[in-house]
């Protein structure tokens, strides 16, 4: 298994613009999960999904920012328009039985 | 929700030493304790976890101890070494079982360094 995949690795953007992440979960897992990490805030959780249903969105910070998952292994994570305060890297993980697998990460710059 | 209180944010020891980590949280309904080390710009990545239905768990130098009623767990690395180093986050979560597993609540991470 290739384990959780994300792309982009790296993303540097303009202020205003719109960004957007992608996850693909490890087959087979039906819980995903978005992160945001930073130094200050540590790891924040935005948003989770089980079986492709959003079950948890409190964490998600303002309108700015949607997350979808139209089928069992796509889902994305959305900014728009980001802000320099988006910055941080952000972490897809996907789970069946309670332990996460992360995904290696999206860096996140908005300049 | 469910706080999680990780202790200390930085710790340094000598190779061979022993290390502990301690977490406390704060929803008597959690009942899924894992444990992630990350090394420096890459993922979180699973080492341990516990149950609530098991005190301790051991896998080779690493031990997780639970204590359910003062709602704290430790991390137990013995005969450390430099490629220990790295962040280690507690986190813990409620699992209301089958297939449906929900959300982790993290601790702010230690990082741990090893100096040979």
């Known amino acids: 298994d290739a384990g959780v995949i994300q792309s982009p690795r790296h993303e540097v953007t303009e202020m205003g613009q719109e960004v957007t992440l992608r996850c693909k979960p490890i ?3 039906n819980s995903l999960f978005w992160y945001r990490q930073t130094m200050m805030r540590g790891l924040e959780l935005l948003i989770y999904f089980n079986n492709n249903v959003p079950i948890d969105d ?3 910070p303002e309108d700015r920012f949607s997350a979808k998952m139209p089928n069992a292994s796509f889902s994305t994570l959305k900014i ?8 941080a890297v952000y972490f897809c993980a996907s789970s069946l039985t309670g332990g996460y697998t992360f995904g290696s990460g999206t860096r996140l710059t908005v300049v | 929700g469910e706080n999680v209180e990780q202790h200390p944010s930085t710790l340094s020891v ?5 290390a502990v980590i301690k977490c406390t949280y704060s929803d ?3 009942n899924y304790f894992p444990w992630y080390k990350q090394e420096l710009g890459k993922r ?3 080492i341990i976890d516990i149950r609530s239905n098991v005190g301790e768990k051991k896998d080779q130098r ?21 490629e220990d180093s790295a962040v280690y986050f507690c986190a813990a979560s409620v699992n209301t ?17 090893v100096h040979p």
Do not use: C, W
Not at chain 2, 14 to 18: A, F, M, T
């Open chain 1, 58 to 60: 409190s964490g998600m």
């Open chain 2, 97 to 113: 079982g089958g297939t449906s597993y929900g959300k982790l609540t993290f601790g702010q991470g230690t990082i741990l360094t």
């Open chain 2, 44 to 46: 979180p990545q699973l």
């Open chain 2, 28 to 30: 008597s309904a959690s």
């Open chain 2, 14 to 18: 000598q190779e061979g030493d022993s």
């Open chain 1, 27 to 29: 087959s087979g897992h």
């Open chain 1, 80 to 87: 728009q328009p980001s802000e320099p305060r988006d910055s």
């Open chain 2, 62 to 82: 690493i031990a997780v101890t639970l204590n359910k009623t003062a709602k704290h767990f430790s991390l137990h690395i013995t005969e450390t070494q430099p």
